[in-house]
């Protein structure tokens, strides 16, 4: 029988500064949104750990803070999936895309997953990014799928979790920690505490 720490896989969760990446999670994971959201100063990255399906997702957020760039390959190495998150309100961001995914192909080192956000949709005067221009971006570069949300709302953050992890419990080849890790409850844990996984 499989045991809910058993089948692991490993999520990064990248986009520009303010694009609302950590909102996103916040949202889906506690159902809460901070209007006036402080970035963590010198944390360059969290892991929080969701269940889905009795699967263990973890999920990788950046602070995207400059020192981070050392930690880049650790941070991708693995991956079995991205969210990649621009700003609907925001070219520059929606720009950026074509890059965090290259990063994503480049240091995962598996077939990647990646699926596009397009956060802040609520936003509709100070909208930028129409919807068809970044479809067209996601065909073009072989990605999942391009869904607008917004975590102010709660516009499509589970639809957007769900058709990810739809695509995540397909895969074979996830990271089996099998039975002898009964002590992983490891919500909010800071990348030391998730030393186990031999990734940082
Ligand atoms: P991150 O740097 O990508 O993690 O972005 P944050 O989650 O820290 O969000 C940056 C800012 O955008 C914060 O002030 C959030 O309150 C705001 N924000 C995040 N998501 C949304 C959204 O869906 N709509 C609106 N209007 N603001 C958002
Ligand atoms: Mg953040």
Not at 46 to 70: H, P, Y
Not at 180 to 200: H, I, K, Q, V, Y
Request: charged share 25%; net charge negative.
């Amino acid at each position: 029988m499989t045991d809910r720490y058993d089948v692991l896989y490993k999520v990064v969760l990248v986009g520009d500064l303010g694009v609302g990446k950590t909102s996103i999670l916040q949202r889906y994971k506690f159902g809460v949104f901070e209007e006036n959201y402080k970035a963590t100063i010198g944390v360059d990255f969290t892991v929080q750990t969701l269940t889905i399906d009795n699967k263990t997702v973890k999920i990788w957020d950046t602070s995207g803070q400059e020192r981070f760039k050392a930690m880049i390959p650790k941070f991708y190495r693995d991956a079995h999936a991205a969210l990649i998150v621009f700003d609907v309100t925001n070219t520059e961001s929606f720009e950026g895309v074509g890059k965090w995914l290259q990063d994503v192909n480049y240091f995962s080192g598996l077939r990647t997953t990646s699926l596009l956000l397009g956060n802040k949709c609520d936003l509709i005067n100070e909208r930028k990014v129409k919807l068809c221009d970044a479809q067209s971006f996601a065909l073009r570069n072989d990605m999942l799928d391009v869904i607008e949300t917004s975590a102010k709302e709660n516009s499509n953050i589970d639809e957007a979790f769900l058709q990810l992890s739809k695509e995540l419990l397909k895969r074979e080849d996830y990271i089996s920690l099998g039975s002898m890790r009964p002590s992983l409850t490891l919500d909010n844990s800071s990348p030391a505490e998730s030393s186990w996984w031999g990734c940082c």
